[in-house]
């Protein structure tokens, strides 16, 4: 297999389990999210005593109020019914924080105050369909207004003229952490999935489509450089030529006698004119 195939294919594996452990733990949080839901510190009660921690020292969130009811609006003046039934005063509060992240809510003072969403939409317990908060997603106890905000430390107490249940705002901060976790375990778990999943892809495509990297062994040849042995046929033919040696005709050694013989017959002999006598001076002259 092709080393680039092999890192793809790991790679993915590995984003792989990445992803599966991110959306177990994103899971794992969701109990803990309706774990970490606020409960009601003070149930069916028409006065009541809390204190404020205000551990950062920046002012708290206050107290949220719900009563048992229903969104009506009986009479069509465009606010809900329990709102106008129900009335809350505060009777003793600690000094306000005028931190920057409550300068919103500075000229409350800590005074209950009517409140069922935030929005710029409608104000209050404006009368609309989409004005409508639940406790915990249960529908038997409705959102009548909220106190306290941004209270420093110290006694926060109250009376009503029907029962009320108050939960504590800062309780929200400890399901912080698990939505927090929740998300970053669902956001991480689908990246490395997607990721994982087109790695394991591009190596399986990689697997069909190239051919294993196999080194190439050099040799050395007669005149001493090297070159790529191609495969073991080829090898061998070199092998065997370079091995072999060149078989020549087999010739006796000659005698001394003989080679004395032979170096005389070869020796050069002076060179000597042809000889005129006989020759007719006659023929000569003509």
Same mark, same amino acid.
């Given at each position: 297999? &092709?080393?680039?195939?092999?890192?793809?294919?790991?790679?993915?594996?590995?984003?792989?389990?990445?992803?599966?452990?991110?959306?177990?733990?994103?899971?794992?949080?969701?109990?803990?999210?309706?774990?970490?839901? +606020?409960?009601? *510190?003070?149930?069916?009660?028409?006065? =009541?005593?809390?204190? $404020?921690?205000?551990?950062?020292?920046?002012?708290?969130?206050?107290?949220?109020?719900? *009563?048992?009811? @229903?969104?009506?609006?009986?009479?069509?003046?465009?606010?809900?019914?329990?709102?106008?039934?129900?009335? $809350? @005063?505060?009777?003793?509060? +600690?000094?306000?924080? #005028?931190?920057?992240?409550?300068?919103?809510?500075?000229?409350?003072?800590?005074?209950?105050?009517?409140?069922?969403? /935030?929005? &710029?939409?409608?104000?209050?317990?404006?009368?609309?369909?989409?004005?409508?908060?639940?406790?915990?997603?249960?529908?038997?106890?409705?959102?009548? =207004?909220?106190?306290?905000?941004?209270?420093?430390?110290?006694?926060?107490?109250?009376?009503?003229?029907?029962? %009320?249940? $108050?939960?504590?705002?800062? &309780?929200?901060?400890?399901?912080?952490?698990?939505?927090? !976790?929740?998300?970053?375990?669902?956001?991480?778990?689908?990246?490395?999935?997607?990721?994982?999943?087109?790695?394991?892809?591009?190596?399986?495509?990689?697997?069909?489509?190239?051919?294993?990297?196999? %080194?190439?062994?050099?040799?050395?040849?007669?005149?001493?450089?090297? $070159? !790529?042995?191609?495969?073991?046929?080829? @090898?061998?033919?070199?092998?065997? #030529?370079?091995?072999?040696? /060149?078989?020549?005709?087999?010739?006796?050694?000659?005698?001394?006698?003989?080679?004395?013989?032979?170096?005389?017959? @070869?020796?050069?002999?002076?060179?000597?004119?042809?000889?005129?006598?006989?020759?007719?001076?006659?023929?000569?002259?003509?």
């Amino acid at each position: 297999m &092709d080393k680039r195939a092999k890192v793809c294919l790991i790679i993915g594996g590995i984003l792989l389990l990445v992803g599966i452990g991110g959306f177990a733990l994103g899971v794992s949080q969701i109990d803990d999210i309706e774990e970490a839901q +606020p409960v009601f *510190v003070l149930e069916e009660v028409t006065n =009541g005593t809390l204190m $404020v921690a205000d551990e950062d020292g920046q002012g708290d969130a206050g107290f949220t109020f719900f *009563v048992k009811g @229903t969104f009506i609006d009986a009479n069509n003046d465009d606010v809900w019914d329990h709102c106008q039934q129900t009335s $809350v @005063t505060v009777t003793n509060k +600690p000094a306000i924080v #005028r931190a920057a992240w409550s300068s919103v809510g500075h000229d409350l003072e800590g005074e209950f105050y009517n409140e069922v969403l /935030v929005s &710029d939409s409608f104000d209050g317990c404006d009368a609309y369909s989409d004005n409508k908060e639940f406790y915990h997603e249960n529908s038997s106890y409705i959102k009548l =207004g909220r106190a306290c905000f941004a209270c420093g430390a110290g006694e926060f107490s109250f009376e009503s003229n029907q029962s %009320v249940y $108050v939960i504590n705002d800062d &309780d929200w901060s400890e399901a912080g952490t698990p939505i927090a !976790i929740l998300v970053l375990g669902f956001i991480s778990g689908f990246g490395s999935l997607c990721c994982g999943i087109i790695f394991l892809i591009v190596g399986t495509i990689l697997v069909f489509t190239l051919k294993d990297e196999t %080194v190439q062994p050099m040799m050395m040849n007669q005149d001493g450089g090297f $070159v !790529i042995q191609q495969n073991l046929a080829s @090898t061998s033919q070199i092998t065997q #030529r370079a091995n072999q040696t /060149v078989v020549e005709p087999y010739s006796s050694p000659q005698s001394s006698d003989d080679a004395t013989e032979s170096m005389n017959e @070869t020796a050069a002999e002076p060179y000597s004119f042809p000889s005129t006598d006989g020759i007719n001076p006659e023929a000569k002259e003509e």
